[in-house]
């Protein structure tokens, strides 16, 4: 599957490549992922009725791609906060 980004897309995933929060562009699908899920999860808890599974660890570099998720959903929260 392409996606194409548009030139603020692109900067900003090589910002975050350069910042060391995510390893390569292909990380971000990742991320995009995991903040779905993490809204998805937060209507369930709400009573919406969904019912999600957390994924489990595939392999060795789980933990560190798991913490590369975290650090860039933060800095893109921090990001669309910033006037």
């Not at 090589?14 to 809204?39: H, M, S, W």
Request: overall charge positive.
């Amino acid at each position: 599957m392409k996606i194409q980004l548009n030139p603020e897309e692109e900067r900003l995933i090589r910002q975050a490549i350069q910042a060391g929060l995510i390893g390569k562009a292909d990380d971000v699908v990742a991320v995009g992922l995991e903040t779905i899920r993490r809204q998805l999860q937060s209507r369930a808890g709400s009573g919406s009725g969904l019912m999600l599974r957390t994924p489990q660890p595939h392999h060795p570099h789980c933990a560190q791609r798991k913490r590369a998720v975290a650090a860039l959903t933060k800095y893109l929260r921090w990001r669309s906060a910033v006037p």
